[in-house]
Protein backbone atom coordinates (compact mmCIF):
# COMPACT_ATOMS: atom_id res chain seq x y z
CA UNK A 1 0.00 0.00 0.00
CA UNK A 2 1.22 3.54 -0.95
CA UNK A 3 2.39 5.95 2.62
CA UNK A 4 1.04 9.56 2.59
CA UNK A 5 4.31 11.09 2.30
CA UNK A 6 6.18 13.62 4.76
CA UNK A 7 6.07 16.76 3.00
CA UNK A 8 1.75 16.26 2.71
CA UNK A 9 1.94 15.25 6.12
CA UNK A 10 3.73 18.13 7.40
CA UNK A 11 1.11 19.97 5.38
CA UNK A 12 -1.92 18.46 7.03
CA UNK A 13 -0.37 18.73 10.59
CA UNK A 14 0.37 22.45 10.46
CA UNK A 15 -3.74 22.65 9.38
CA UNK A 16 -4.27 22.07 5.56
CA UNK A 17 -6.99 19.83 4.81
CA UNK A 18 -6.01 16.69 3.35
CA UNK A 19 -6.19 15.39 -0.07
CA UNK A 20 -9.51 12.95 -0.62
CA UNK A 21 -6.74 10.27 -0.94
CA UNK A 22 -4.15 11.24 1.92
CA UNK A 23 -7.70 11.41 3.94
CA UNK A 24 -8.95 7.96 2.52
CA UNK A 25 -5.34 6.40 3.94
CA UNK A 26 -5.06 8.12 6.78
CA UNK A 27 -8.65 6.60 8.28
CA UNK A 28 -6.97 3.10 7.46
CA UNK A 29 -3.30 2.78 8.33
CA UNK A 30 -1.89 3.26 11.93
CA UNK A 31 1.74 4.00 10.57
CA UNK A 32 0.70 7.48 8.71
CA UNK A 33 -1.65 8.36 11.36
CA UNK A 34 0.48 8.16 14.14
CA UNK A 35 3.31 10.02 11.85
CA UNK A 36 0.57 12.99 11.73
CA UNK A 37 0.06 12.78 15.32
CA UNK A 38 3.78 13.31 15.83
CA UNK A 39 3.83 16.50 13.60
CA UNK A 40 0.94 17.45 15.03
CA UNK A 41 1.81 17.88 18.28
CA UNK A 42 5.26 19.54 17.01
CA UNK A 43 2.99 22.28 15.96
CA UNK A 44 1.17 22.64 18.84
CA UNK A 45 3.86 23.01 21.08
CA UNK A 46 5.24 25.59 18.84
CA UNK A 47 1.85 27.31 18.95
CA UNK A 48 2.01 27.30 22.19
CA UNK A 49 5.06 29.82 22.80
CA UNK A 50 4.21 33.04 24.10
CA UNK A 51 5.87 36.16 25.43
CA UNK A 52 6.40 34.43 28.37
CA UNK A 53 8.51 32.19 27.07
CA UNK A 54 11.94 32.89 26.36
CA UNK A 55 14.41 31.14 23.53
CA UNK A 56 17.14 29.06 24.97
CA UNK A 57 20.04 27.25 23.15
CA UNK A 58 18.67 23.65 24.04
CA UNK A 59 21.55 21.31 25.59
CA UNK A 60 23.25 19.50 23.26
CA UNK A 61 21.54 16.05 24.59
CA UNK A 62 18.40 17.73 22.59
CA UNK A 63 20.01 18.06 19.31
CA UNK A 64 21.39 14.69 19.82
CA UNK A 65 18.05 13.36 20.04
CA UNK A 66 16.87 14.90 17.28
CA UNK A 67 19.10 14.02 14.49
CA UNK A 68 18.94 10.66 16.21
CA UNK A 69 15.52 10.53 15.91
CA UNK A 70 15.57 11.85 12.10
CA UNK A 71 18.69 9.97 11.01
CA UNK A 72 20.94 12.12 11.28
CA UNK A 73 24.07 11.48 12.80
CA UNK A 74 27.09 11.00 11.20
CA UNK A 75 27.69 7.67 9.29
CA UNK A 76 24.15 7.29 8.09
CA UNK A 77 23.62 4.09 5.17
CA UNK A 78 21.97 4.87 2.07
CA UNK A 79 18.34 4.30 3.45
CA UNK A 80 19.42 7.42 5.74
CA UNK A 81 21.34 9.18 3.14
CA UNK A 82 18.35 9.25 0.84
CA UNK A 83 15.54 10.16 3.80
CA UNK A 84 18.05 13.11 4.41
CA UNK A 85 15.93 15.93 2.92
CA UNK A 86 13.06 14.49 3.39
CA UNK A 87 13.85 14.70 7.46
CA UNK A 88 15.69 18.24 6.86
CA UNK A 89 11.99 19.55 5.08
CA UNK A 90 10.03 18.40 8.33
CA UNK A 91 12.73 19.96 10.73
CA UNK A 92 12.32 23.16 7.92
CA UNK A 93 8.43 22.93 8.57
CA UNK A 94 8.87 22.91 12.11
CA UNK A 95 10.86 25.72 12.56
CA UNK A 96 8.18 27.67 9.97
CA UNK A 97 5.89 26.67 12.63
CA UNK A 98 8.09 27.92 15.20
CA UNK A 99 9.07 31.06 13.55
CA UNK A 100 5.12 31.76 12.74
CA UNK A 101 4.38 31.89 16.91
CA UNK A 102 8.02 33.84 17.40
CA UNK A 103 7.32 36.43 14.81
CA UNK A 104 3.55 37.22 16.20
CA UNK A 105 5.08 37.23 19.62
CA UNK A 106 7.72 39.90 18.35
CA UNK A 107 4.86 41.61 16.55
CA UNK A 108 2.66 42.23 19.60
CA UNK A 109 5.97 43.40 21.59
CA UNK A 110 6.69 45.89 19.02
CA UNK A 111 3.42 47.53 18.25
CA UNK A 112 2.70 47.84 21.98
CA UNK A 113 5.64 49.52 22.98
CA UNK A 114 7.04 51.14 19.69
CA UNK A 115 10.66 49.35 21.06
CA UNK A 116 11.95 51.76 22.55
CA UNK A 117 9.64 54.97 23.92
CA UNK A 118 8.05 53.27 26.87
CA UNK A 119 4.24 52.83 26.67
CA UNK A 120 2.45 54.89 29.37
CA UNK A 121 -0.85 52.30 30.29
CA UNK A 122 -2.32 54.48 33.13
CA UNK A 123 -1.27 57.68 35.43
CA UNK A 124 -2.83 59.53 38.35
CA UNK A 125 -2.62 61.99 40.69
CA UNK A 126 -1.74 60.95 44.17
CA UNK A 127 -3.85 63.06 46.61
CA UNK A 128 -2.92 63.30 50.56
CA UNK A 129 -4.45 60.88 52.71
CA UNK A 130 -5.87 62.41 56.24
CA UNK A 131 -4.09 65.63 56.93
CA UNK A 132 -0.88 65.21 55.34
CA UNK A 133 -0.17 68.67 53.30
CA UNK A 134 1.43 66.58 50.12
CA UNK A 135 0.61 65.22 46.76
CA UNK A 136 1.88 63.69 44.09
CA UNK A 137 1.76 61.58 40.53
CA UNK A 138 2.00 58.03 39.82
CA UNK A 139 2.52 56.34 36.21
CA UNK A 140 2.65 52.87 35.04
CA UNK A 141 4.86 52.14 32.07
CA UNK A 142 5.61 49.04 30.00
CA UNK A 143 8.79 48.71 28.00
CA UNK A 144 8.90 45.05 26.43
CA UNK A 145 7.72 43.03 29.38
CA UNK A 146 8.88 45.18 32.16
CA UNK A 147 6.23 47.20 33.39
CA UNK A 148 7.40 49.87 35.73
CA UNK A 149 5.44 52.33 38.37
CA UNK A 150 6.73 55.51 38.77
CA UNK A 151 6.16 57.76 41.51
CA UNK A 152 6.90 61.24 42.47
CA UNK A 153 5.87 63.07 46.00
CA UNK A 154 8.06 66.07 46.05
CA UNK A 155 8.24 67.55 49.62
CA UNK A 156 8.10 64.47 52.00
CA UNK A 157 9.51 64.99 54.88
CA UNK A 158 11.90 63.08 56.11
CA UNK A 159 11.05 60.30 58.84
CA UNK A 160 12.79 59.54 61.64
CA UNK A 161 13.76 55.82 61.86
CA UNK A 162 11.78 55.22 58.71
CA UNK A 163 10.95 55.09 55.53
CA UNK A 164 8.74 55.67 52.51
CA UNK A 165 7.27 52.32 51.33
CA UNK A 166 5.18 51.75 47.91
CA UNK A 167 2.32 50.29 47.71
CA UNK A 168 -0.10 48.55 44.92
CA UNK A 169 -3.62 47.65 46.50
CA UNK A 170 -6.90 46.36 45.23
CA UNK A 171 -9.23 49.34 44.37
CA UNK A 172 -11.11 48.09 48.38
CA UNK A 173 -7.09 48.19 49.37
CA UNK A 174 -8.32 44.98 51.03
CA UNK A 175 -5.01 43.28 49.62
CA UNK A 176 -1.93 45.50 49.65
CA UNK A 177 1.19 44.81 47.96
CA UNK A 178 4.54 46.21 48.97
CA UNK A 179 6.68 47.13 46.02
CA UNK A 180 9.15 49.63 46.59
CA UNK A 181 10.31 52.43 48.29
CA UNK A 182 11.01 56.48 47.47
CA UNK A 183 14.60 57.78 47.80
CA UNK A 184 15.18 60.44 50.13
CA UNK A 185 13.66 63.09 46.99
CA UNK A 186 10.46 61.63 46.86
CA UNK A 187 10.80 59.87 43.64
CA UNK A 188 11.11 56.17 43.24
CA UNK A 189 10.96 54.18 39.98
CA UNK A 190 9.46 50.71 40.68
CA UNK A 191 10.05 47.13 38.55
CA UNK A 192 6.98 45.47 39.20
CA UNK A 193 6.81 41.75 39.51
CA UNK A 194 6.19 39.97 36.36
CA UNK A 195 2.66 38.69 35.87
CA UNK A 196 1.64 41.36 38.25
CA UNK A 197 -1.88 42.12 36.86
CA UNK A 198 -2.08 46.36 37.24
CA UNK A 199 -6.04 46.34 36.57
CA UNK A 200 -6.33 43.99 39.54
CA UNK A 201 -4.05 46.19 41.57
CA UNK A 202 -5.41 49.92 40.75
CA UNK A 203 -4.44 51.96 44.21
CA UNK A 204 -1.22 53.18 44.67
CA UNK A 205 -0.75 53.98 47.90
CA UNK A 206 2.61 55.48 49.71
CA UNK A 207 3.01 54.77 53.67
CA UNK A 208 5.61 56.07 56.36
CA UNK A 209 7.11 52.41 57.32
CA UNK A 210 9.14 51.61 60.11
CA UNK A 211 12.17 49.72 60.52
CA UNK A 212 10.22 47.36 63.09
CA UNK A 213 10.76 44.43 61.36
CA UNK A 214 6.43 44.57 60.85
CA UNK A 215 6.18 43.25 56.71
CA UNK A 216 2.64 44.54 56.76
CA UNK A 217 1.18 48.10 55.75
CA UNK A 218 1.75 50.49 59.01
CA UNK A 219 -1.82 52.24 58.17
CA UNK A 220 0.11 55.32 58.21
CA UNK A 221 -0.58 56.31 54.71
CA UNK A 222 0.34 59.55 53.11
CA UNK A 223 -0.59 59.61 49.43
CA UNK A 224 -3.00 57.66 47.49
CA UNK A 225 -4.42 57.21 43.91
CA UNK A 226 -6.94 55.10 42.14
CA UNK A 227 -5.10 54.09 38.47
CA UNK A 228 -7.79 53.79 35.50
CA UNK A 229 -6.75 50.58 34.04
ZN1 LIG B 1 0.35 4.72 5.46
Not at 52 to 69: N, Q, R, S, Y
Not at 143 to 149: D, E, H, K, M, S
Not at 201 to 222: K, Q, T, Y
Given at each position: ????????????????????????????????????????????????????????????????????????????????????????????????????????????????????????????????????????????????????????????????????????????????????????????????PGGMD????????????????????????????????
Amino acid sequence: MEHCNDDDLSIIALGEPASPADEAHLQQCPRCQSRLDQLSAVVSTARQIDAKDGLMTPPPAVWDAIADELDMQPGVTSLNSRRRPRSGWLLAAAAAAVGVAIGSVATIGVTSTGETSPAVLAEVGLEPVGDQAVSGAARIERVGATTTLSVEVPGLPAVDDGYYEVWMATADAGTMVAVGTLDADGTGSITLPGGMDVAEFPLVDVSIEHFDGDAGHSADSVVRGLLAT
